[in-house]
């Protein structure tokens, strides 16, 4: 009997300690896009490093949000960030021709660029690197892996992207 107690509870220490979280079991690729279901919006957060609803019960503020970028007539061109406020917060570190390179440059920013900080982030594409100032003023780094556009059901605008993220020690 002791023996099974032992094993029981050995058994119930290891299912505990693995459905723990921690910084390091965060998503390598986080992939967010334009809908809305129920007036609910999904953002990234830096702090949680993690995709989040908004409105959402504790008023957490995504870093920032996906939108479409359009033209004239109408056509999807490119996904675009912006901040629900509208506050400058986007920075164009790099732009490379491969995933590879973009992601060595990913990897080893440690620094924020003294440049302007920017309202919006237009015109994202895969292997550009961007830096983006948190709701609580530091600062993340995102590398774009994938985009998709295009127009939904109902001529709906729709963008997506795929990313690594990271803070900015």
């Known amino acids: 009997m002791k023996t099974q107690f032992k094993t029981l509870l050995l058994g119930l220490l290891i299912v505990l300690t693995s459905c723990e979280s921690d910084d390091n079991s ?3 690729f986080y992939t967010l896009n334009t809908t809305v279901t129920s007036n609910i919006f999904k953002g990234f957060s830096f702090e949680s490093l993690n995709i989040i609803n908004y ?3 504790q008023n957490t503020k995504p870093d920032f949000i996906v939108l479409a970028q359009m033209n004239q007539t109408g056509t999807v061109l490119s996904p675009f960030l912006s901040q629900q406020d509208l506050e400058s917060r986007f920075i164009l570190s790099n732009t490379f021709s491969d995933y590879n390179s973009a992601k060595s440059y990913f990897d080893t920013l440690a620094i924020v660029e ?3 900080l920017e309202q919006s982030a237009f015109n994202i594409k895969p ?3 961007w830096v983006i100032k948190t709701n609580n003023g530091d600062f993340g ?3 774009i892996v994938e985009t998709k556009t ?3 059901e109902n001529n709906t605008p729709f963008a997506e992207i795929k990313f690594k993220a ?3 020690k």
């Open 127 to 129: 292997n550009q690197v």
């Open 150 to 152: 295009e127009t939904v």
């Open 55 to 57: 409105p959402n019960k």
């Open 114 to 116: 003294n440049k302007t």
């Open 166 to 168: 990271e803070r900015i």
């Open 141 to 143: 780094k995102i590398l």
């Open 26 to 28: 965060k998503s390598e």
